[in-house]
């Protein structure tokens, strides 16, 4: 047209430029637009509107709300086009904006504005102005149409109201696929998952569900791990031919893999035809929670085959090797970082160091830590809890002071990772000082952090400061009374830790095998032995908890200690399973201080026969042949100990 040196019109501007919008051709779009201003059109209201839907179309809405603004006279065209520009862009705010000026101008909105305008009241989650939207549309006679029911039926799910969602679903003459595929999917987001279910087996009957709905329906069997539908829209999908949908296949990779079936999970990633990385995160990760790390690893090593591993195939691995203590495989993963050239990536660090630390070497994970261009809270609340954990509990404190120095804020992360610094080192100052810390930021409103400034007092040997914390907070959980009542056994003083337990009950609160534990352990300790076999026959009578090797040490060690010894190795013979070591060795220590040899050697020689190896019951063991003066028994036990390389470790029992 322009080689015949013919002029467009205003005609044939508003097709020129929907093409250019059509074809992507922002260029020539602008390049019209110029064409239109010096021709003098820009007033033509049908040439400003297309002008309007094309920049609209490619997310220049600046330059669409300026023709807008330059317009003269407008049309509903006008409005239409600037609020679907807004809204298909995700600019909410302004789509709404937009029609609320259209409505205080006296402009009437039709399907195309309200359609235009919903899904920025859903995602405002503006309930009134949707709500007066629909009076609206009911108003002015438009609630038939079908795009305008579609629209409010996801509006009203964003609101999280599928009660009116299902009201106007079920009132639709006309229903198509995305009506259905919008109120199962407004069922899914609020967790309704029977409802989800109910309304797609209507489906089933009264339609035909497309790729989206079956992602959606599977969704939820994933979410409510329902392995029967699971198993029902599988079916479905091969009957209809949807075998080439990677989505589809992966969320059922994920479902079978919740549901326990990692059979059906690997046969389904097998039978795709064409997989992407995440097909293989997904079974990886199913291997892996299932706990069969070795299949996880083999896996893994075939991926590296066919697809390059991303982040979250090294998280999921790392996170594993932290799990099972394999630093080889973890050093193995490292490798496999640096050569996929992920290293700078802040989650992937963050997940080595962990995995250093967490697998006893933290050489390793300082050299990962210091090589970091930029830390976290995150990373320095895991290398400080990694040093605590390895028991360089000095060198935590000092990473902590560098943490504040760098200006990183602390956490309730943080918090929880130093606490048990405090304990280990009785450090006194340092406590009080976090506890200050823990004030100025607000963290004590945190049930864990109060629960650990509790044990971290009573630890660092300050009771009153521990009941001071617990007598401060405003909610208590179960922790916090097993906290307490542990701090109170510590400290000898049963008769409070029992009253801590009764107080605990009248709260309503059950205690837990833990908190048995604790109570237990003050009874031993303040000599209380009637209360403590109350309480062992309570835990199991009146809160069904079936005692395990814990409780049974500290009732043989409550029954030692008051010098029952033949009522405790009678009780340790009525267990209803076989007694370890430290049950023995509980009694052991009792014969010992009581002098009662008889029991003791008794007791010695069950213990030998144990074939166990830890060093200091075989050192308690020769110290009672010792004060027996039976030094042949003496030199049989060194013997072994040396013989087998044994060295004493610090603790002999639950106690």
Not at 292 to 300: H, Q, R, S, W
Request: proline share 2%; charged share 20%; net charge negative.
């Amino acid at each position: 047209m322009q080689d015949a040196n013919l002029v467009p019109d205003a005609f044939t501007l508003p097709s020129v430029l929907g093409a250019c919008a059509s074809v992507g051709d922002l260029d020539t779009g602008q390049n019209v637009h110029g064409r239109v201003l010096g021709a003098g059109f820009e007033s033509d209201l049908y040439i400003s509107n297309a002008l309007i839907s094309m920049y609209s179309r490619f997310g220049c809405l600046i330059e669409a709300q300026k023709v807008f603004d330059g317009m003269r006279m407008r049309d509903l065209v006008s409005w239409n086009s600037l609020i679907s520009g807004y809204s298909a862009n995700g600019e909410w705010e302004k789509a709404v904006e937009t029609y609320v000026e259209l409505r205080v101008s006296g402009v009437v909105p039709d399907c195309f504005t309200v359609e235009s305008v919903l899904p920025a009241f859903g995602s405002l989650q503006a309930n009134i102005e949707g709500c007066v939207a629909h009076g609206l549309v009911q108003k002015i006679g438009i609630d038939e149409d079908r795009l305008v029911s579609n629209g409010l039926i996801a509006m009203y799910c964003r609101f999280e109201n599928v009660v009116d969602a299902r009201n106007i679903f079920d009132m639709m003459v006309e229903k198509d696929v995305v009506s259905w595929n919008t109120m199962i999917n407004g069922y899914y987001e609020v967790g309704c998952h029977e409802s989800a279910i109910e309304l797609f087996q209507k489906m089933l009957i009264r339609s035909h569900p497309d790729l989206v709905t079956i992602t959606i329906i599977l969704h939820v069997c994933h979410d409510s791990e329902d392995l029967k539908l699971g198993r029902s829209v599988h079916g479905y999908i091969i009957r209809n031919g949807y075998q080439c949908d990677i989505a589809a296949h992966n969320i059922l990779i994920a479902t079978y893999s919740k549901c326990g079936s990692l059979l059906m999970s690997h046969t389904v990633f097998d039978q795709m035809l064409c997989r992407d990385v995440l097909s293989w995160n997904l079974l990886i990760s199913g291997y892996v929670e299932r706990e069969y790390f070795e299949e996880a690893i083999g896996l893994f090593r075939l991926m590296k085959l066919e697809a390059e591993p991303d982040v979250v195939t090294t998280m999921t691995l790392l996170s594993m090797c932290s799990e099972i203590v394999n630093l080889r495989q973890g050093k193995g993963l490292h490798c496999n970082v640096i050569k996929t050239g992920i290293t700078s990536n802040l989650l992937v660090q963050n997940a080595l160091i962990n995995m250093y630390s967490k697998c006893d070497s933290l050489d390793n994970a300082l050299k990962e830590f210091e090589s970091m261009k930029m830390h976290d809270t995150v990373t320095w609340n895991i290398i400080i809890s990694g040093c605590v954990q390895n028991g360089a509990c000095d060198l935590g404190f000092t990473l902590l002071r560098e943490m504040n120095t760098r200006g990183a804020m602390m956490d309730m992360a943080t918090t929880l990772s130093i606490l048990p610094a405090c304990s280990f080192l009785t450090a006194k100052r340092e406590g009080k000082e976090i506890h200050g810390t823990v004030f100025r930021l607000g963290l004590e409103l945190h049930i864990p952090v109060d629960n650990a400034l509790i044990e971290m007092y009573s630890k660092c040997g300050n009771l009153d400061y521990a009941v001071k914390v617990f007598e401060h907070m405003s909610m208590k959980d179960i922790v916090t009374w097993t906290s307490l009542v542990s701090a109170y056994g510590m400290y000898g003083q049963g008769e409070k830790a029992l009253r801590a337990f009764t107080e605990m009950e009248e709260e309503g609160i059950i205690p837990d095998h833990v908190a048995f534990v604790a109570v237990l352990f003050a009874c031993s300790h303040a000599g209380l032995v009637e209360e403590g076999k109350l309480h062992f026959k309570k835990m199991e009578q009146e809160y069904r908890i079936i005692p395990r090797m814990e409780h049974y040490a500290c009732m043989v060690d409550l029954l030692s200690r008051s010098g029952k010894l033949d009522e405790a190795e009678a009780f340790i013979k009525s267990m209803p399973f076989k007694p370890d070591v430290s049950i023995w060795g509980a009694l052991l220590s009792a014969c010992r201080t009581t002098s009662d040899n008889h029991i003791a050697e008794r007791i010695s020689k069950r213990i030998t026969a144990m074939n166990f190896d830890n060093a200091g019951y075989h050192v308690l063991v020769s110290n009672v042949y010792a004060s027996m003066g039976k030094w042949d028994a003496v030199g049989s036990v060194r013997k072994s100990l040396k013989s087998r390389n044994l060295k004493k470790d610090r603790g002999l029992s639950w106690i």
